[in-house]
C-alpha cells in the first residue's frame, strides 16, 4: 500500500520557519515528482513548489511565485522523503499543505497526483 505521510506542521510567527517531510512508503519515487500543495480556508488548492527527475541522477525543482526565494523543496531518495523548508514565514502562508507524487511532472504541476498524502497544518500568527 503506498501512503505519502506529511509532518512538521504547526504554528509559528511571521518570520519563522518550518520544515515540513513527506515520508512515502510501498513504492520507490526517486524517479517521480513530488511536490506540495497548499489550501487555505476558503480557498482553492494551489501549487507551492516540486521537484521532478531529470534523469542522470538530476532534478529539477520549480516553485510558486509567492514562495521564491523563501521556501526550498529537496529530497532524500535513500530514504524515500521529500522536504519543504520554509523561511520568512508570512500569515497568508497558513494552509493545509499536501504532498503528492506523480511519474509525470506535467500532471503533478497541476494538480493531478498519483499519490497524496492527508495534510498537515502550518498556521502563521502575525
Known amino acids: 500500500q503506498v501512503q505519502l505521510v506529511e509532518s512538521g506542521g504547526g504554528l509559528v510567527q511571521a518570520g519563522g520557519s518550518l520544515r515540513l517531510s513527506c515520508a512515502a512508503s510501498g513504492h520507490t519515487f526517486s524517479t517521480y515528482a513530488m511536490g506540495w500543495f497548499r489550501q487555505a480556508p476558503g480557498k482553492d488548492r494551489e501549487f507551492v513548489a516540486a521537484?521532478?527527475?531529470?534523469?542522470?541522477?538530476?532534478?529539477?525543482?520549480d516553485y510558486a511565485d509567492s514562495v521564491k526565494g523563501r521556501f526550498t523543496t529537496f529530497r532524500d531518495n535513500a530514504k524515500n522523503a521529500v522536504y519543504l523548508q520554509m523561511n520568512s514565514l508570512k500569515p497568508e502562508d497558513t494552509a493545509v499543505y499536501y504532498c503528492?507524487?506523480?511519474?509525470?511532472?506535467?500532471?503533478?504541476?497541476?494538480?493531478?497526483?498519483?499519490?497524496w498524502g492527508q495534510g498537515t497544518q502550518v498556521t502563521v500568527s502575525s
Open positions: 503528492a507524487a506523480d511519474s509525470k511532472y506535467t500532471r503533478l504541476r497541476v494538480g493531478v497526483g498519483d499519490y
Open positions: 521537484t521532478s527527475w531529470s534523469g542522470s541522477n538530476i532534478y529539477y525543482t
